[in-house]
């Protein structure tokens, strides 16, 4: 638990401890709340990422800013036929990984997912569970990657 | 029963979401929900609606199988389904899994089924009712099928072998990327595990999303039979084997030949490509 930050470790500590009925109820009230991280008018930010490939089933947007202390705030924008276990992740990510360090999201490993998901939901045809944080941290990776670059 | 027939063999199985609109309450029916979207059922479904999920309930938990008889059984009890029960099944993706669970019922020799032309997506862009209140349908009594009546409806590995050896027709429903080997999962998937890409030698290809408009729903007759009677030369007595990956998109092709073009001989092969990419020693044909 000690290697995820803050917020997310917290969200992974309260799934954990839900019986798999509500676990699933929680799920799906993180994925009915997907539409609140879609970008703000008015906000800028640092990367933008919009794409469909064959990773997922619908267009993802990524919108990522990065605040003085080299903490990442995510924006994510989904399609309409992404999957309701995706809505979910995208809620959970960008409340659990708010304000987490640049390094601490490329440092993230992903065995997080089935202790909120549970296995049972984790098979075949929902995989793109993992896209989200595979896209942001590709996201991260390119800010970087720009970073140094700019840095010489 | 529908209004959107277009001379279809079997009109009476496919409904239309105006008809299913009307008759949410008709008695000795059930509306069955199946999805590829594990959650989708739960964040609201057609009122009134049931949950039948193709791997938690269709699916054998240990062997790559279907359920036993009594299973069976058991789950349409459960549901408020009997033998009498007519059942009306839609879902996701095209209905997909809506297929899937029609054939699966078929396979307990569960005749009494329709399915929603168009699905849940037509059913939601119409800004039809959902709800999130699952119904809780009295027990009912459903006597275990004497059998599985797989030999009918359904293929396997040897069956579909025997096929491509004697040159009878075999429908890939998959993409055409798959079809030539060229990628090895859907496009828009990721990898489901096989090891080689390709079809089954002499296989003809024809994508389930050829039998339907932008809409989901079936074209007509008439176009269906210019597609499979005289694309693929179908015979109407001839043994059919449709596959895919793992047998939710030849289901809907299934669907299609059986019930809308009234082809009798007509068998799904659910191992489909996860099993034959997979297996030492299938002959495997790329073009």
């Known amino acids: 638990m000690s290697d995820y930050p803050p917020k997310l470790t917290a969200i992974i500590a309260l799934f954990e401890s839900l019986p798999e009925e509500e676990k699933r109820e929680n799920l799906i009230a993180y994925s009915e709340q997907a539409k609140k991280h879609e970008p703000k008018p008015g906000e800028a930010f640092d990367l933008e990422d919009v794409r469909k490939d064959e990773e997922c089933t619908d267009t993802v947007g990524v919108f990522l800013r990065v605040d003085a202390d080299k903490g990442a705030h995510f924006r994510i924008t989904l399609g309409p036929q992404v999957q309701t276990l995706t809505k979910a992740m995208t809620s959970i990510l960008c409340k659990g990984l708010d304000g987490a360090t640049l390094d601490e999201i490329m440092a993230l490993p992903a065995d997080f997912v089935p202790k909120i998901v549970g296995g049972q939901l984790v098979r075949i045809r929902s995989q793109t569970v993992y896209y989200i944080?595979?896209?942001?941290?590709?996201?991260?990776?390119?800010?970087l990657n720009r970073l140094r670059a700019a840095q010489g | 029963m529908s209004e959107t027939n277009y001379a279809y063999a079997h009109p009476e199985v496919l409904v239309s979401t105006e008809w299913l609109a009307e008759h949410l309450e008709a008695p000795d029916t059930r509306i069955v929900e199946s999805n590829e979207d594990v959650l989708l059922y739960s964040t609201g479904h057609i009122p009134g609606a049931v949950h039948i999920d193709w791997r938690d309930d269709l699916q054998d938990p240990l062997v790559r199988?279907?359920?036993?008889?009594?299973?069976?059984?058991?789950?349409c009890a459960k549901n408020g389904i009997t033998p009498e029960t007519t059942v009306i099944f839609y879902g996701d993706k095209s209905n997909w899994w809506a297929c899937y669970a029609l054939w699966a019922f078929r396979l307990f020799g569960h005749t009494k089924v329709k399915l929603v032309d168009g699905g849940?997506?037509?059913w939601v862009k119409e800004g039809r009712a959902l709800t999130k209140e699952k119904p809780q349908p009295a027990m009912a009594e459903y006597p275990a099928p004497a059998k599985r009546f797989d030999a009918d409806i359904r293929a396997f590995y040897d069956d579909a072998l025997a096929q491509s050896q004697e040159g009878l027709p075999l429908i890939?429903?998959?993409?055409?990327?798959?079809?030539?080997?060229?990628?090895?999962?859907?496009?828009?998937?990721?990898?489901?595990?096989?090891l080689r890409g390709g079809h089954i030698p002499g296989a003809k290809s024809v994508p389930w999303k050829t039998a339907v408009r932008e809409d989901g729903t079936f074209k007509p007759a008439t176009e269906l039979a210019g597609i499979y009677a005289v694309g693929c030369e179908l015979k109407s007595d001839e043994n059919i084997i449709a596959y895919?990956?793992?047998?939710?998109?030849?289901?809907?092709?299934?669907?299609?030949?059986t019930y809308l073009l009234g082809y009798e001989k007509v068998r799904n092969y659910d191992g489909s490509w996860t099993e034959w990419g997979n297996r030492v020693r299938a002959p495997i044909e790329r073009s």
């Open chain 2, 120 to 122: 849940r997506d037509k």
């Open chain 2, 65 to 75: 199988d279907y359920i036993e008889p009594e299973t069976f059984a058991a789950l």
């Open chain 2, 244 to 257: 895919c990956r793992i047998g939710e998109r030849s289901s809907h092709t299934w669907f299609v030949l």
């Open chain 2, 172 to 194: 890939d429903v998959r993409s055409p990327g798959e079809f030539r080997g060229e990628i090895t999962h859907m496009p828009e998937y990721p990898q489901e595990g096989v």
């Open chain 1, 133 to 143: 944080l595979t896209r942001m941290k590709g996201a991260v990776k390119v800010f």
